[in-house]
Nanobody, 121 residues
Framework: VQLQASGGGLVQAGGSLRLSCAASGRTFTSNALGWFRQAPGKEREFVASISWTGGSTLYADSVKGRFTISRDNAKNTVYLQMNNLKPEDTAVYYC???????????????WGQGTQVTVSS
């Protein structure tokens, strides 16, 4: 089972990026999916979660109104659209699959390898 995250890069403050995470080896159409991030010297933190149907989403306060999580179950892929990026968004971003079907901040048991997002001021 593999979760492959992509789409990271270097962007100026105020810019946008779209992260993708494709699953292989099994389908996660019945599982909630999420995004986390870890900045240098800090613990990994929750960013966003989406339910198995895509009908429910949950965001960290720090990204609410700027980031949008979505999923395409036909492609077994989850996305994170990041707008109005700030230097404090700089981190390695990880996608994850939960053993639950509803949105959750911590109940994840499959993790991707991470993609670097760097926001310059």
């Amino acid at each position: 089972v593999q979760l492959q995250a992509s789409g990271g890069g270097l962007v100026q403050a105020g810019g946008s990026l779209r992260l993708s995470c494709a699953a292989s080896g099994r389908t996660f159409t019945s599982n909630a999916l999420g995004w986390f991030r870890q900045a240098p010297g800090k613990e990994r933190e929750f960013v966003a979660s989406i339910s198995w149907t895509g009908g429910s989403t949950l965001y960290a306060d720090s990204v609410k109104g700027r980031f949008t999580i979505s999923r395409d179950n036909a492609k077994n892929t989850v996305y994170l659209q990041m707008n109005n990026l700030k230097p404090e968004d700089t981190a390695v971003y990880y996608c994850a699959a939960s053993f639950l079907s509803v949105v959750t901040t911590k109940s994840y048991d499959y993790w991707g390898q991470g993609t670097q997002v760097t926001v310059s001021s």
